[in-house]
């Protein structure tokens, strides 16, 4: 008995033994530990250097764990995001940081209740820029500044030779800087060049400021614009001074505009605030220009075929620059447009053909480079293509509109993909693209701009999808190995007939294609022949215009070498430009016609014939057939032979012959 109660009392203590330490063991605290080659991250953070890179972090947890990030920060990923309790590793990863700040976030690791964090950082790239990298001055004193951005210390070195270049200011700084220095009277004729290096004393990061200074000149000429003064020197050195803006000019009127081929450097001292329509056009030998800040826009055409123009410096106060700005600049090699433009205008860079890439500061709040190519902020409107980029282009598929001579010029380009997403294209928008062998337009099109493929020589046929609502004169005009233009059945706006494109009821002859060749006869159902719907159809000999047509608007047959006409028009009107007269030797005019008014065809100099159907004589306008051969027959219908002759007729013909 004593034995039964010793094992029973033995039991039920180990029992409670064994109860009391599980107890124990569920109420072990938590934990979380870094390993000892990680412990330092948790309690200094993670520093990483501005190149994209990565940190292993490596802890023991009893619990399940997740990680956290304290606000949104896509340039930092932690992988993985979670897992179970026992020995585990994350790894931080960094993209590259081309910003010039230190960028952070926190990372936070959660086990259970607990909680550890730890700071990641990433570097600044290091960075010293230079608002204007070149100054050309005249041959005076003066002093200039150079606006500077840099995030580590710098110091300016002023080689020897460029010892008449001195700095008045020596501010260090870790931000932005405005460095002044005097640069002495060029006694000289001859222009010098001089250098200020701006570079950091523990590394090879350095920027050059290069200084052209003109030499000591005769004056050749000088007067008043507006309220600015102009001097323009022997050595070719053309000088604005005033507080005012420039003042706009017509084509070629600029006061300077007799001595184009003198000028090769243009300075615009501070005051001026504005460069003028027309300034500088046709400056071929320009090759140096100075915008002084406070210029808030340039003119359209302002340096318009610049030919020598090799760089520009558009400075941080430009908010507008207008049309064609800097068309056929063919030397302009790069543009950098800076944070402040707002508002860039159709054709800036025409056939720049040297510029690869269209640059725009990263702070400007309206547009945007994307593989050298200009877009507005949104990506949604292609803006402009740079004339000097080769090869095949893809469009963006967030792009909706491609904007008015956005590929104008861009010779070297061979093919176009235009996305689904874009809904109008821009009048003149791949204008002389000579090299565009195809294009495509997408089912989205809904809007094709005048000229828009205007003088796409290498174009075979085109088609027009469904989509298109409107399309505008010349669209494809001028492009004289266009066979045909194809259009979607289902269109319900446009129509194809023979490859000659009509509006849906075939009342307006849109576009007869460039390549076609031979005889044509503009159907009985037409009534209008649109701006340039023959322009330069070359390969054409003759032409039946029925008396259906009452309207022919203006430069519809331009460029055709026609050698006969057949017009059944009530009144006849000028056809034919002058210069592609004498290609004409057979005139037929129907029997509605009334009247044919002055110098219609006048300067025909191989006109051989030309056949009337109507019994009474059309009255003629002044010059009709004024310097045609005296050789030329006239034919008329039978017993209305001495009409003719009575009738004004009879002055131009000295044969007329019944039929």
């Not at 790239?125 to 951005?149: F, H």
């Not at 790069?334 to 890439?357: A, K, L, Q």
């Not at 282009?393 to 509109?401: A, L």
């Not at 023959?534 to 215009?545: A, P």
């Amino acid at each position: 008995m004593i034995t039964t109660l010793t094992k029973t009392l033995t039991v039920s203590m180990f029992c409670a033994s064994a109860l009391l330490f599980f107890r124990c063991s569920n109420n072990t605290e938590p934990v979380l530990t870094p390993d000892a080659e990680s412990e330092r991250f948790f309690k200094d953070g993670v520093i990483l250097s501005p190149v994209a890179g990565e940190q292993t972090i490596s802890f023991t947890t009893s619990e399940n764990w997740m990680v956290s990030k304290a606000e949104p920060a896509g340039w930092c990923t932690v992988s993985p995001m979670s897992g179970t309790a026992g020995n585990a590793s994350i790894t931080i990863s960094a993209s590259e940081n081309t910003g010039y700040d230190d960028r952070s976030t926190v990372i936070t690791l959660t086990a259970g209740e607990l909680e550890m964090t730890i700071a990641v950082t990433q570097k600044q790239t290091d960075a010293i820029i230079i608002s204007r990298t070149s100054y050309v001055v005249s041959s005076e004193a003066r002093t200039i500044q150079v606006d500077l951005c840099s995030n580590i210390d710098h110091q300016v070195i002023i080689p020897e030779a460029s010892n008449w270049i001195t700095q008045i200011n020596t501010t260090k700084a870790l931000a932005d800087s405005k460095l002044q220095f005097s640069v002495q009277a060029n006694e000289g004729v001859s222009s010098r060049s001089g250098m200020i290096i701006i570079k950091n004393s523990k590394t090879t990061l350095a920027d050059t400021v290069t200084v052209i200074q003109t030499g000591k000149s005769v004056v050749a000429a000088q007067g008043l614009t507006g309220d600015l003064k102009w001097t323009l020197f022997e050595n070719g050195t053309l000088i604005l001074t005033g507080n005012a803006p420039m003042p706009d000019y017509p084509r070629t009127a600029a006061p300077w505009a007799d001595y184009r081929s003198l000028i090769t450097a243009v300075i615009m001292e501070n005051g001026v605030t504005s460069v003028g329509y027309h300034a500088f056009m046709d400056c071929g030998r320009l090759s140096y220009v100075m915008i002084p800040d406070g210029v808030t826009s340039i003119g359209s055409s302002a340096f318009y075929r610049c030919s020598s123009l090799t760089f520009i410096t558009i400075p941080n106060s430009v908010r507008w620059i207008n049309t064609y700005a800097f068309a056929f600049c063919s030397s302009l090699t790069s543009v950098m447009i800076p944070g402040s433009v707002i508002g860039i205008d159709w054709g800036v860079f025409n056939s720049c053909s040297g510029i690869s890439e269209l640059i725009v500061a990263s702070d400007n709040p309206n547009y945007v480079s994307v593989n050298g190519v200009l877009f507005d902020k949104n990506q949604t409107t292609l803006v402009a293509y740079p004339g000097g980029k080769t090869g095949s282009y893809v469009i963006p598929g967030n792009v909706t509109s491609i904007k008015e001579e956005a590929f104008a010029y861009c010779s070297s380009l061979t093919a176009v993909t235009i996305p689904n997403s874009v809904t109008s294209i821009g009048m003149n928008a791949f204008e002389c693209c000579a090299g565009l062998t195809a294009i495509t337009i997408p089912n989205s099109v809904e809007s094709i701009g005048n000229n828009a493929f205007w003088l796409c020589n290498s174009l075979a046929s085109i088609l027009i999808p469904t989509s298109v609502k409107y399309i505008g004169d010349g669209a494809f005009g001028y492009c004289i190995n266009l066979s045909e233009i194809i259009v979607a059945s289902d269109n319900p706006n446009y129509v194809s007939v023979n490859g000659v494109l009509f509006d849906k009821n075939q009342t307006t002859l849109v576009t007869c294609p460039g390549g076609k060749t031979g005889s044509y006869a503009i159907p009985n159902s037409v009534k209008t022949v649109r701006n340039y719907a023959f322009y330069y159809c070359s390969s054409l000999t003759s032409i039946l215009i029925p008396s259906s047509v009452t309207t022919i608007s203006g430069y519809a047959f331009i460029g055709c070498k026609l050698t006969s006409v057949t017009i059944d028009m009530e009144t006849i009107l000028p056809l034919i430009d002058r210069p592609d007269r004498m290609h004409l030797t057979s005139v037929t005019i129907g029997s509605t016609a009334i009247s044919i008014r002055n110098s219609v065809f006048e300067g025909c100099s191989n006109l051989a014939e030309v056949h009337v159907k109507a019994i009474t004589p059309p009255s003629l306008g002044y010059s009709v057939f004024l310097n045609t051969p005296a050789s030329k027959k006239l034919y008329v219908p039978q017993g209305c032979k001495p009409a003719y002759q009575s009738s004004g007729w009879g002055g131009y013909f000295d044969t007329i012959i019944e039929e």
